[in-house]
């Protein structure tokens, strides 16, 4: 089956620096990354996700990238804020999956005002 | 629209009971899933129904049982609860992709701990 791997497992940066997290995964079958943001006491939410056929997605402060060679993809935040302070999950699926994302084992990423 | 819904919100069970973790969504999914969340770890799937009345196993589903009532609701149960299963639990939805994948949404989690 995939597996995800994710690092750092914590992370702190100055407000307005940028952020960057990183994932492997292991079933080069693998065709959907998504990534999700869970804040304290609530449950994740998806922020980004990109596919396998894009190398790069943006959305205002935050980009994915993807390397189907290297079988990696990294979440970049730029101009960090304090709300962006939280867990951040990624998470693979492979072509068939059936739905069944594997998740990373999170980063706890705090911004330092 | 609430979303997803989960009751309870906290729970403390001895060694050797049971209960059952009820989800409901109210945006008209197909696909219902049950997560459990513990430190360092990610969150790991039980169950999984990709419509009512079909349930397919995740990666860590011993110890549990789910039933997909109707479209709206999927529940998870705990038959003899371990002190193994303490964690929290998360009911996600999404909506069937047919050439691709959708966002799963969260419901804000079961916080069980087992004695």
């Known amino acids: 089956g995939e597996n995800v791997e994710q690092h750092p497992s914590t992370l702190s940066v100055q407000e307005g620096d940028s952020a960057v997290i990183k994932c492997t995964y292991s079933d080069s079958a693998s065709n959907y990354f998504p990534w999700y943001k869970q804040e304290l006491g609530k449950g994740p939410q998806l922020i980004i996700d990109?596919?396998?056929?894009?190398g790069e997605k943006k959305d205002q402060r935050i980009a994915v990238t993807l390397n189907k060679t290297a079988k990696h993809f990294s979440l970049h935040i730029t101009e960090t804020q304090p709300e962006d302070s939280a867990v951040y999950f990624c998470a693979a699926i492979p072509e068939g999956g059936n739905e069944k994302l594997t998740f990373g084992t999170g980063t706890r990423l705090t911004i330092i005002p | 629209n609430a979303g997803v819904t989960q009751t309870p919100k906290f729970q403390v069970l001895k060694t050797g009971q049971s209960m059952t973790l009820q989800c409901a969504q109210d945006m008209n999914h197909n696909s219902m899933y049950w997560y459990r969340q513990d430190p360092g770890m990610g969150l790991r799937l039980i169950y999984y129904?990709?419509?009512?009345?079909?349930?397919d196993k995740g990666e860590v589903p011993n110890g549990y049982n789910v039933s997909r009532l109707n479209k709206r609701e999927f529940s998870l149960r705990l038959e003899s609860a371990a002190p193994s299963q303490t964690s929290v639990y998360f009911c996600?939805?999404?909506?069937?992709?047919?050439?691709?994948?959708?966002?799963?949404?969260f419901g804000p989690g079961t916080r069980l701990t087992v004695l």
């Open positions: 129904s990709a419509s009512e009345g079909t349930t």
């Open positions: 996600a939805s999404s909506e069937a992709g047919t050439s691709g994948y959708n966002e799963q949404f």
């Open positions: 990109i596919r396998s056929n894009v």
